[in-house]
């Protein structure tokens, strides 16, 4: 597609269930970025990808949070035994490389009860 | 660290009404600015931007200028219209490693009315 796709676009996972995102990027784009949003807040980092290398995981809150895109293209997001507070909109975005326009997906909506 | 405040919303407007959003950051370095919009349902879109001081980003009648003395990227528009109703959201990227990476603020809810 033209745009930056992300799926599901809304999951309720219950406590302590695990969960994964996908992201698809606009074709060619290198740079991969992944962001947590709750509601009422702005987008806060959690990790960058420049093609398949993760060169940047620092915004990640806890080890439950996992991040891979092994060819390069396609990202996974995954929050294992999730929490009430993991409650959040996530947010793929990506470029075509450091520096670049970034481009953002409508995002996966994550409730957790 | 970085951070960036936006002015508390919500802001409800008449049609054709001046519009100012509030913007100012902090950086340990020397920021690039943005302001990206979030029409409702859709994703967050970039609206219009600034890489160095005194630079005017401009886009759909918004507008904004990067003002290093006062750490300031204040958004503006002339005149508001129904359809600009949305969540603007002011977000800088600092050099050196950060690949570019954003620091947002927490949004400001703009609604206008006919």
């Known amino acids: 597609g033209a745009g930056v796709s992300q799926s599901p676009r809304y999951k309720v996972a219950k406590r302590g269930q695990d969960v994964a995102l996908r992201c698809d990027p606009i074709?060619?784009?290198?740079?991969l970025f992944w962001y947590q949003q709750a509601l009422g807040q702005g987008p806060e980092f959690l990790t960058y990808?420049?093609?398949?290398?993760?060169?940047?995981k620092s915004g990640l809150p806890s080890d439950r949070f996992f991040a891979e895109r092994p060819e390069g293209s396609v990202s996974t997001l995954k929050i294992q035994r999730t929490q009430q507070e993991d409650s959040a909109v996530y947010l793929c975005?990506?470029?075509?490389?450091?520096?670049?326009?970034?481009?953002f997906g409508e995002g996966s909506w994550l409730t957790v009860v | 660290g970085d951070s960036v405040t936006q002015m508390e919303g919500p802001v409800t407007l008449s049609e054709e009404a001046f519009l100012t959003i509030n913007c100012t950051y902090t950086?340990?370095?020397?920021?690039?600015l943005f302001w990206y919009v979030q029409y409702p349902g859709e994703g967050l879109q970039l609206l219009l931007k600034?890489?160095?001081?005194?630079d005017k980003g401009s886009n759909k009648g918004f507008e904004a200028t990067y003002r290093k003395e006062t750490t300031s990227f204040h958004l503006e528009k002339g005149s508001v219209q129904v359809s600009d109703s949305a969540v603007y959201f002011c977000?800088?990227?600092?050099?050196?490693?950060?690949?570019?990476?954003?620091?947002f603020g927490q949004g400001t809810i703009l609604t206008v009315h006919p």
């Open positions: 975005a990506s470029s075509l490389g450091s520096w670049n326009t970034i481009y």
């Open positions: 074709s060619g784009h290198v740079s």
């Open positions: 990808f420049q093609n398949e290398a993760q060169l940047d």
């Open positions: 950086a340990t370095g020397y920021p690039s």
């Open positions: 600034a890489t160095k001081a005194d």
């Open positions: 977000a800088l990227s600092v050099g050196g490693t950060s690949y570019g990476k954003l620091t």
